[in-house]
C-alpha cells in the first residue's frame, strides 16, 4: 500500500508535488485537480473558475483590477459600483490559468491576495464570464425605508402570503442559474432577473375569474423548480414575512380562531414589507456539501445591496449552510459577511441557521501529547454516488501532527506529516482517496485543515472510478513535545428536497458514544470517552462575529430541538480550538413538541401547508423580529 504524488493541475499549473506547493491554497482546489474535476461532473478541464477573493489589508477591489487584465481575472461590476461598501476587501471573481502565475512570489498580485477559495466549478460557471468591472451599469430604481432579503431555493414570489393588495412584495427576483427567463443583471453578469412590475404583468396575464394560475406564471418564467408542492424557500419566506407566525414572537397578537394554538395571524412590518428574493444556483442546491455556497450566497448579498438605496435597513435571511469548516469564523464567506456587516453600520443584519447535525456523527475532538494517537472510525456508505470528505482542523503551531489512513479492508498507507500531500490510487489511473496536508490553508485563517478526500462508492459511468465503502480509519498521531486540540467535521453529503442525486451521508463510529435513545443519551457528557462529539456540530457558515446564528427549541416539551445546537453547552468543560464557536448566540421555535417535529408554513401554491424541520425554521422568525425592529 503506497501513496502517489499529486499530479501537476492542469488548470493551475502548478506541480502540487513540489515541497511547499500546497502552502495557503485551498485543498479543495487541490483535490478538484488531483482528479481533474471529475467530482464536479466535468468531462474536460475548465476554462474558468469561480473563486471568492480576500485581499491584504489596505487594497481595495479597483487595486486588484488596475494590477490584473480581463482576459484571466473578471470581477462583478457590483463590487465596483456604489452598491460596495468603502474598505470592502472581499470579492468573487472567475479566473484563468494566468492568474496563479500571478500570484507567486514577484508577481503582480502577490502583494495584494491575501487568500481565495474555490466556488463550485459547474455549468455556466466554468464558461466565458461576462466582462469585467470595467465600467458603470445602469442603476436601478432603489428601494428605501426596511426591506427584507432572502437567500435561498425556491422562492415562489407569486404565493399569496407574499402579496399586498394583490401585488408582489418582491421587488426584484435573482435566479442565479442559466434557467429561466428575465434580463440578466449587467452587475452581475450571470441569471436571470425579475422585477416586481414584470411579476405582476405575469400575475394580471394568468388571473382567471379572479384567481391567479400560479403555474403558469411560473412556467412563464422557466421556473421548472416551483412545479413542486413543497420548497424550502418558500417554507423560510413565509416565517420570515408570510402573513401568519409564531404566537410567542409577536407579544399580544390575538390568535386566529382557525390556527392551532401557537399560531397568530401576523400584523407586522414584515409581513408588508418589500422582498428581494435570490434563488440560489441550482448546481449549488443539488451540491449540499456548499461547494459553491461562497461565490452564491456573497453574489447574492452583493445584489441585494445593490437594489437598496445606501440609506435602506436589511435583514436577510440565509438558511443554508454546510458541516465542514474551521467554525471559528475565518472561512472567507463568514469573513466577508462580517465585514459587510460591520463596514454597514447597523443597516445590514444577516441571520443564519445554527445547523441540524447535533445527532449525526459528523464532528470528533480529541487533545493529544506527546506519543498519543486517537483513531477516528470514518463510515463511508455503499451505493453512495458523490465523493465524501473529511476535514482535520489542527491549531497554529501544531506542526507534530502526523494522519495515518487505512482504506476498508486494505493494510494501512503510510503516515503523512505537515506539510505532505498524497493520492491513492489502488494501483488505478485514478485517485481513490487524498489525504491533502498543506502547512497552511485558504479556507481557515488559524492553524491548517488536512483534507481527507474520498472518491464515490457508485457510479453507473464505468469511467467513474469507485472507492470501497465501509471504515475508513484516520489514526491521528501528536509526536512533538504539549498538547494539541484537534476537530475532525464530515462534510454534509445528503439530499435536497425533491432530489435524487444518490448522495448518502457518511459518519463517524465508536463503540463508546452513547445510541441507546436512553432519555440523557442525546447530549454529551464529560465523562464519556468517545471523540464523536455533538457539541461542535455547527453550521460552518454561522459561526462569524456579526452574524447571528439561531438554535431550534419547542413550542412545549423540552426546551432544545434535539439535531439542534444549543446553549449552555453540555460539552463546555471539553478543550477546544481557539476561537471555536459551539452554542447559538439566540434561539426560536423549530419543533412543536417531541413528536411533532418542524413547523408548518407555506407550500408553493397559495394555500397550501407544508411541514419542514430544522433550525431553517428558526433562523426567519429571527429575521423577522430583527426587521420589525429596524
Known amino acids: 500500500m503506497t501513496w502517489t504524488p499529486l499530479p501537476k493541475g492542469r488548470f493551475s499549473g502548478i506541480k502540487w508535488s513540489t515541497p511547499g506547493a500546497t502552502t495557503g491554497f485551498d485543498p479543495y482546489l487541490i483535490w478538484a485537480e488531483a482528479d481533474n474535476f471529475t467530482g464536479y461532473g466535468l468531462k474536460k478541464t475548465p476554462k474558468w473558475l469561480p473563486v471568492v477573493i480576500e485581499l491584504t489589508n489596505g487594497t481595495s477591489i479597483a487595486n486588484l483590477l488596475a494590477a490584473s487584465s480581463s482576459a484571466w481575472l473578471r470581477v462583478p461590476l457590483v463590487y465596483t459600483s456604489a452598491a460596495a461598501p468603502t474598505g470592502l476587501r472581499f470579492c468573487t471573481a472567475h479566473i484563468k490559468p494566468a492568474f496563479f502565475k500571478h500570484i507567486r512570489p514577484g508577481g503582480n498580485l502577490h502583494a495584494l491576495v491575501q487568500r481565495f477559495e474555490l466556488g463550485l466549478p459547474a455549468g455556466h460557471h466554468t464558461e466565458d464570464p461576462a466582462p469585467g468591472a470595467t465600467n458603470s451599469t445602469p442603476t436601478p430604481p432603489l428601494l428605501t425605508g426596511k426591506v427584507i432579503g432572502l437567500i435561498d431555493g425556491g422562492l415562489a414570489f407569486a404565493n399569496a402570503n407574499f402579496l399586498l393588495n394583490g401585488k408582489a412584495r418582491t421587488r426584484y427576483f435573482w ?169 454597514k453600520a447597523g443597516k445590514l443584519q444577516i441571520v443564519v441557521p445554527a445547523g441540524n447535525s447535533y445527532q449525526s456523527r459528523t464532528h470528533a475532538n480529541a487533545t493529544l501529547s506527546k506519543g498519543e494517537h486517537v483513531t477516528l472510525n470514518w463510515q463511508g456508505q455503499p451505493d453512495d454516488s458523490t465523493q465524501n470528505f473529511l476535514e482535520l482542523w489542527l491549531p497554529q503551531g501544531a506542526h507534530g501532527i502526523t494522519v495515518q489512513i487505512t482504506p476498508p479492508g486494505r493494510a494501512a498507507l503510510p503516515p503523512l506529516a505537515w506539510g505532505e500531500s498524497r493520492v491513492w490510487t489502488d494501483g488505478g489511473a485514478h485517485p481513490l482517496c487524498a489525504l491533502i496536508y498543506p502547512q497552511s490553508v485558504a479556507t481557515g485563517a488559524h492553524g491548517t485543515c488536512a483534507l481527507v478526500a474520498v472518491a464515490p462508492s457508485f457510479s453507473f459511468e464505468t469511467s467513474t472510478a469507485t472507492a470501497p465503502s465501509g471504515v475508513w480509519e484516520v489514526k491521528i498521531t501528536n509526536t512533538h513535545a504539549g498538547s494539541v486540540t484537534l476537530d475532525a467535521y464530515i462534510e454534509r453529503d445528503d439530499v435536497a428536497i425533491g432530489q435524487h442525486t444518490g448522495a448518502r451521508q457518511s459518519y463517524f463510529e465508536d463503540a463508546t458514544y452513547d445510541t441507546s435513545g436512553n432519555p440523557g443519551s442525546f447530549v454529551d457528557h464529560p465523562d464519556n470517552p468517545t471523540p464523536i462529539r455533538r457539541s461542535g456540530n455547527f453550521n460552518s457558515t454561522s459561526t462569524g462575529q456579526n452574524t447571528i446564528s439561531v438554535g431550534g427549541t419547542r413550542i412545549a416539551g423540552p426546551h432544545w430541538a434535539r439535531y439542534s445546537p444549543r446553549k449552555p453547552d453540555p460539552d463546555a468543560p471539553r478543550p477546544k480550538r481557539p476561537g471555536v464557536v459551539k452554542v447559538p448566540d439566540t434561539e426560536a421555535f423549530s419543533d412543536e413538541n417531541p413528536a411533532l417535529l418542524g413547523l408548518k408554513a407555506a407550500g408553493t401554491r397559495s394555500g397550501g401547508v407544508a411541514r419542514l424541520v430544522g433550525t431553517s425554521d428558526a433562523a426567519p422568525q429571527v429575521t423577522r423580529k430583527i426587521f420589525n425592529a429596524l
Open 175 to 343: 435566479r442565479q442559474d442559466r434557467k429561466g427567463v428575465g434580463h440578466t443583471p449587467a452587475d452581475l453578469g450571470y441569471g436571470h432577473e425579475l422585477t416586481a412590475a414584470e411579476i405582476n404583468q405575469a400575475m394580471q396575464h394568468h388571473t382567471y375569474n379572479g384567481l391567479v394560475d400560479e403555474s403558469a406564471v411560473y412556467v412563464e418564467f422557466g421556473l421548472d423548480d416551483l412545479q413542486k408542492s413543497v420548497s424550502h424557500g418558500t417554507h423560510v419566506m413565509d416565517l420570515a414575512c408570510g402573513p401568519r407566525t409564531v404566537l410567542a414572537q409577536v407579544a399580544g397578537a390575538p390568535p386566529h380562531p382557525d390556527a392551532p394554538p401557537s399560531w397568530a395571524l401576523a400584523d407586522d412590518d414584515a409581513s408588508r414589507s418589500s422582498c428581494i428574493a435570490v434563488q440560489l444556483d441550482w448546481d449549488n442546491i443539488v451540491d449540499t456539501s456548499g461547494g459553491s455556497m461562497n461565490v452564491s450566497v456573497l453574489d447574492g448579498l452583493m445584489y441585494i445591496l445593490s437594489r437598496c438605496s445606501p440609506a435602506a435597513k436589511l435583514a436577510v435571511n440565509l438558511s443554508w449552510g454546510t458541516l465542514a469548516g474551521p467554525h471559528d469564523g475565518s472561512s472567507v464567506l463568514e469573513a466577508a459577511m462580517d465585514q459587510l456587516i460591520a463596514l
